[in-house]
């Protein structure tokens, strides 16, 4: 054999590693993709979670400072029926005022719970799409990474191996959607 035979057969084994690899190289550029598209997606949902437990907090608060009005009058009402007061007319006016006062805030506040409740499970769903989010992405990364490992031993299996990994983690991303 010649010298530029050989170079040419060299090269022809090169090229053909080379091309043996691209499979791998274009799944990990695809998994890079689909690790930033869920990381992006994991920040979105916790920040979700944020707000709607802002939210959740502000309607307990609503909730106290009514029922705080409340028994403020509840205990106005108990002293005006215990004390001796000079005008017993205007005593069973407002008397009357602050029954009707109680009876509407009893109502408003079984509402304002019924809202703080339904707030409260808003978040609960958003931290579970957000944790499925995190995993996906805790996955994917993994898969990544063992696919790059193929480039360095040019071992076929990692490259299995971290599709396997990738696999479970678009399961995970997807099953947020399925909810």
Do not use: C
Not at 21 to 35: D, G, N, Y
Not at 123 to 147: H, M, P, W, Y
């Amino acid at each position: 054999m010649e010298a530029n035979e050989v170079q040419e057969l060299k090269e022809h084994a090169e090229h053909g590693q080379e091309s043996e690899l691209r499979p791998v190289a274009f799944t990990m550029s695809l998994l890079a993709v689909l690790v930033a598209v869920t990381t992006v997606l994991g920040h979105r949902t916790h920040t979700e979670a944020v707000l709607e437990q802002n939210k959740a907090t502000d309607q307990w608060n609503q909730y106290q400072s009514q029922k705080i009005r409340a028994y403020n009058t509840s205990l106005s009402a108990d002293l005006l029926t215990s004390l001796a007061v000079a005008d017993k007319g205007k005593a069973q006016e407002t008397l009357k005022k602050y029954t009707d006062h109680e009876s509407k805030w009893n109502d408003d506040l079984k509402e304002d719970q019924e809202k703080a409740k339904a707030l409260e499970e808003k978040v609960e769903k958003a931290e579970a799409r957000a944790d499925r989010f995190d995993l996906s992405e805790a996955l994917l990364e993994i898969g990544l990474v063992i696919t790059s490992v193929t480039l360095l031993t040019r071992s076929k299996i990692y490259w299995y191996l971290g599709i396997v990994f990738s696999v479970a983690g678009i399961a995970s991303a997807l099953s947020v959607f399925l909810k």
